[in-house]
């Protein structure tokens, strides 16, 4: 009987963030589920509360029923996208464990989901630009004593700090999947 070669350290460290991964987004996926079953039962006290403040005169009630339908909607896709997720977790979590059995199909699932990881990366730094372009309800009258700081500097704060996140996500997100193209990994797999 011949000892199978260990698996590159950079290698199982990437299988074992897949595994993990895989965990965190079955984890996201049931909350999220719990949540978009929670928060609709909650809305006629929300709506009571917002009622209550559209007497101030610093929000206009129109735009407050906009921004609650909305915030309904979101919690509607909530739980489609929580539905879609769970599956997409456990391939994750499928994948991670495979590649540290090293299993060649492990290694271009891997490769699949940086390159989605990437894509919606891109997507979400497109809907932040076009975010930090309209923000219209920061610009409402009133709204700078309401939050105590200056709208403007928000908007740029929130923009500098998206910035940032994507940088975050963006930088390991991209050597790991030079990683996993390169020939290291591609040997690690073929050998087994």
Not at 23 to 45: E, H, K, R, T
Not at 81 to 95: E, F, K, M
Not at 144 to 156: E, K, M, N, W
Request: proline share 6%; net charge neutral.
């Amino acid at each position: 009987m011949t000892a199978s070669k260990p698996s590159p350290a950079p290698l199982r460290a990437i299988a074992w963030l897949s595994v993990v991964m895989g965990v965190l987004m079955a984890l996201s996926s049931v909350m999220g589920l719990l949540l978009a079953a929670a928060v609709p039962a909650a809305m006629p006290q929300a709506a009571a509360e917002v009622s209550a403040l559209l007497g101030s005169g610093v929000i206009d009630s129109k735009d407050m029923r906009e921004t609650m339908d909305q915030a309904m909607a979101m919690f509607h896709y909530l739980g489609v996208l929580s539905v879609a997720q769970l599956p997409l977790a456990v391939i994750v979590l499928w994948a991670g464990v495979d590649l540290l059995r090293l299993r060649a199909w492990a290694r271009t699932a891997n490769e699949v989901f940086c390159w989605l990881t990437l894509a919606c990366l891109a997507l979400y730094a497109v809907y932040a630009l076009w975010q930090w372009f309209q923000a219209p309800a920061l610009q409402a009258p009133g709204m700078q004593d309401l939050l105590g700081i200056d709208p403007a500097a928000l908007r740029t704060i929130v923009l500098v700090t998206e910035a940032v996140m994507l940088a975050v996500f963006i930088v390991p997100t991209v050597v790991v999947l030079r990683y996993l193209r390169g020939p290291e990994a591609r040997a690690a797999v073929a050998g087994r």
